[in-house]
Each structure stands twice: as structure tokens, then as C-alpha cells.
């Protein structure tokens, strides 16, 4: 749920800041790229750390090789992508690459889903729910792309 919330409290508060006068929040999608950011460095940064990190390399899916290798790449990539999204120039081209990055990394999920694995001590979301949050993220990446 913490992405949906920094997606949400974000995108809130930066549309907040920007009617307030902020000028480089003024408009819907320069708010919505940075709630994007804060939403991937929430989840790229504990791709890192080695409680997260564990539980991360065991939703990959058996039949994928490396998976220490692949939660690393991925956490980069999230990082990586947040970044780009606050650079005006490479902010669409980022959007546009975390929406295919999270549709690479739906395969986990499911995984992870289906073998009742823990993200943090916690049940990771059911699939339901996960699939609808994967639709929320990915369109709201397309639409900062646009």
C-alpha cells in the first residue's frame, strides 16, 4: 500500500504546492511525474536494503535465472526512472520505460502471489488487488508520458 499512498499523497500535495504557486508544479502532470518519483524511490530503495532485498529475490519466479542480480537491475532501474521523471527532457521517456518495467516485473508479483510469499514479514497483496494497483501505476505512468 505504500506506493498507492505516495502515488496518491504525492500527486496531492504537489497539486497543492503548485495552485499555491509553486511554478514548476503548475499543472496536473508535472505533479503527477513527481508523485511518480516518490512512488519509485519508495520502491527502489528497499531493493536494497536486506530485510526487503530477500523477500524481493524470492518472489522472482524459479524459472528466472539470477535473482539477486535481477532485484538489483530492477532497483536501479526504479531509482534510475524516478530521477528521469523530474528531468523535464527525459521525464517522458522515463514514464514510458518504468510503465514497460513494471509490466516486466508483473510476472513476480503474480509469483508471489500464488505462493503466498511475505514481503516483510507481511502476506504480499492478493493478485486482485495487486492487478488493479499494476493497471493504476502503469496508465498513470503513460499519462505522464503523454
Given at each position: 500500500?505504500?506506493?498507492?499512498?505516495?502515488?496518491?499523497?504525492?500527486?496531492?500535495?504537489?497539486?497543492?504546492?503548485?495552485?499555491?504557486?509553486?511554478?514548476?508544479?503548475?499543472?496536473?502532470?508535472?505533479?503527477?511525474?513527481?508523485?511518480?518519483?516518490l512512488m519509485f524511490v519508495t520502491t527502489g530503495?528497499?531493493?536494497?536494503?536486506?530485510?526487503?532485498?530477500?523477500?524481493?529475490?524470492?518472489?522472482?519466479?524459479?524459472?528466472?535465472?539470477?535473482?539477486?542480480?535481477?532485484?538489483?537491475?530492477?532497483?536501479?532501474?526504479?531509482?534510475?526512472?524516478?530521477?528521469?521523471?523530474?528531468?523535464?527532457?527525459?521525464?517522458?521517456?522515463?514514464?514510458?520505460?518504468?510503465?514497460?518495467?513494471?509490466?516486466?516485473?508483473?510476472?513476480?508479483?503474480?509469483?508471489?502471489?500464488?505462493?503466498?510469499?511475505?514481503?516483510?514479514?507481511?502476506?504480499?497483496?492478493?493478485?486482485?488487488?495487486?492487478?488493479?494497483?499494476?493497471?493504476?501505476?502503469?496508465?498513470?505512468?503513460?499519462?505522464?508520458?503523454?
Amino acid at each position: 500500500m505504500a506506493p498507492l499512498i505516495a502515488l496518491i499523497g504525492g500527486f496531492v500535495v504537489l497539486c497543492v504546492l503548485g495552485l499555491a504557486g509553486i511554478e514548476v508544479l503548475d499543472g496536473w502532470q508535472s505533479a503527477l511525474r513527481g508523485a511518480l518519483a516518490l512512488m519509485f524511490v519508495t520502491t527502489g530503495v528497499p531493493h536494497f536494503l536486506p530485510a526487503w532485498r530477500r523477500d524481493f529475490v524470492a518472489m522472482i519466479p524459479p524459472a528466472f535465472p539470477q535473482p539477486a542480480l535481477l532485484v538489483t537491475l530492477t532497483g536501479v532501474l526504479e531509482l534510475a526512472g524516478a530521477a528521469g521523471l523530474l528531468i523535464p527532457p527525459l521525464a517522458p521517456f522515463a514514464a514510458i520505460g518504468l510503465a514497460l518495467l513494471m509490466a516486466a516485473m508483473f510476472p513476480a508479483n503474480v509469483s508471489a502471489a500464488r505462493r503466498g510469499l511475505t514481503l516483510a514479514g507481511k502476506p504480499v497483496t492478493p493478485l486482485p488487488v495487486r492487478t488493479a494497483l499494476q493497471v493504476l501505476f502503469v496508465a498513470a505512468a503513460v499519462a505522464a508520458a503523454l
